[in-house]
């Protein structure tokens, strides 16, 4: 797998992961509807991936060193793995109730998060890594309760 294909599938994987978990922990907290988590995955599935997409595409457009072919390979591998991991938490959330779907998907971030950087990190800083990942997760998942639970209280 060439360096421009590897950047897209990490950045991508990375995001769809985060910016999911955050959205599905943010709903719950607020007491959203099966359909409303839903919905927002599907909306972070696509649009977001497009919008990373882009984000990717033009932050490589800015480093002379690339060419097209490399530039959109990013591109592409941005999107597609976005939008596969975002639609990954759609299992859950569409089979089983809303905490028992949380508490679900949090497993699922945690696995995919532990299993990539695993690969992608220098065995000497592997764990390491892994546990910085986490706690960045996890203080997406402690923002994005605390949000929802607001939220709930305001309305």
């Given at each position: ?12 994987t ?53 060419t ?83 939220i709930?209280?305001?309305?």
């Amino acid at each position: 797998m060439n360096h421009s294909s590897k950047v897209g599938i990490v950045f991508g994987t990375t995001s769809g992961i985060i910016t999911t978990l955050g959205l599905i922990v943010g709903l719950t907290a607020s007491d959203a509807s099966r359909a409303i988590i839903t919905s927002g995955v599907l909306v972070i599935a696509f649009a977001d991936a497009f919008s990373d997409a882009l984000g990717i595409h033009t932050s490589e457009e800015t480093e002379i060193k690339h060419t097209k072919k490399e530039i959109w390979a990013s591109t592409f591998s941005t999107y597609f793995s976005k939008l596969l991991i975002a639609l990954s938490f759609l299992i859950p959330v569409s089979f089983l109730s809303s905490n028992l779907a949380l508490i679900i998907s949090i497993i699922w971030a945690i696995i995919l998060l532990t299993t990539l950087n695993y690969f992608i990190s220098p065995p000497e800083k592997r764990w390491q890594k892994i546990s910085e990942h986490l706690f960045i997760s996890l203080v997406v998942i402690v923002t994005g309760f605390l949000i929802g639970q607001y939220i709930r209280e305001i309305f």
